[in-house]
């Protein structure tokens, strides 16, 4: 198997943000003195991930100008520009179908997909350990969950035996998942949300899942900006 990539999402507005993302891309916000995108690349690159892609339409200009190729830290990042405004984002299923062949040239390697405006201490090289169980046809995509947080009580998905379920909603998408590119051969590169495309996998029993109880936060406004804690 080839090297595993991974899709870093920030191409959204982020509205409820505003007005700092009116200025700055979500993901190019600072918590904790660090940009939120670079909270998933650093640990990504603990495991030995070193291959980025990163989806970028409202203000995409300042992605690779603060971010760059990568080089001066030993990896490399690549950008799929689905726009330059807001109008112009795919969402996460239209932006992976247009960035498929950066994530997984072969065709077969899965490939790792993550939000740019989370904050997790998650370690990935669980995620990692995923790739080969997907590359061998016995499941499609590995879901991460959290404990449904205060601001979506009534959860995504739930678990069982180790397959993600529609119901009952238990827990919470984290945003973090290694997914098989087979799935989304012929997906076009229109704009499309992840859910409820997925669920079709998820009733055939296709979608392994994990539950994650340590630190995560979807950091969505403001206030949840400057609060520090983790």
Not at 117 to 141: H, M, N, W
Not at 153 to 167: F, Y
Request: glycine share 12%; proline share 7%.
């Amino acid at each position: 198997m080839t090297e595993i990539r991974a899709l870093i999402l920030g191409a959204g507005r982020g509205k409820r943000m505003r007005p700092l993302s009116d200025r700055t891309p979500k993901p190019l916000l600072r918590y904790r003195g660090k940009r939120m995108a670079d909270w998933q690349i650093d640990g990504m690159h603990r495991v030995g991930i070193t291959h980025f892609v990163i989806n970028t339409a409202h203000l995409a200009n300042q992605f690779p100008e603060q971010l760059g190729d990568g080089s001066e830290r030993g990896i490399r990042i690549e950008y799929s520009v689905e726009g330059s405004s807001e109008s112009e984002a795919l969402e996460t299923l239209g932006g992976i179908a247009k960035a498929l062949p950066l994530l997984s040239p072969d065709g077969e390697t899965p490939f790792i997909v993550a939000a740019g405006d989370i904050v997790t201490e998650f370690d990935y090289g669980r995620l990692v350990s995923e790739a080969p169980r997907l590359s061998s046809g016995s499941a499609d995509a590995h879901l991460v969950l959290v404990p449904n947080p205060e601001f979506h009580p009534e959860g995504d998905m739930g678990l069982s035996g180790g397959l993600v379920v529609r119901e009952p909603r238990m827990y919470t998408y984290s945003s973090i998942g290694i997914f098989s590119p087979r799935i989304f051969e012929g997906v076009p590169a229109v704009r499309a949300k992840l859910f409820p495309w997925l669920y079709r996998f998820c009733d055939a029993g296709r979608v392994t899942g994990e539950l994650f109880k340590g630190a995560w936060k979807n950091i969505g406004t403001p206030e949840q900006l400057a609060d520090r804690g983790l």
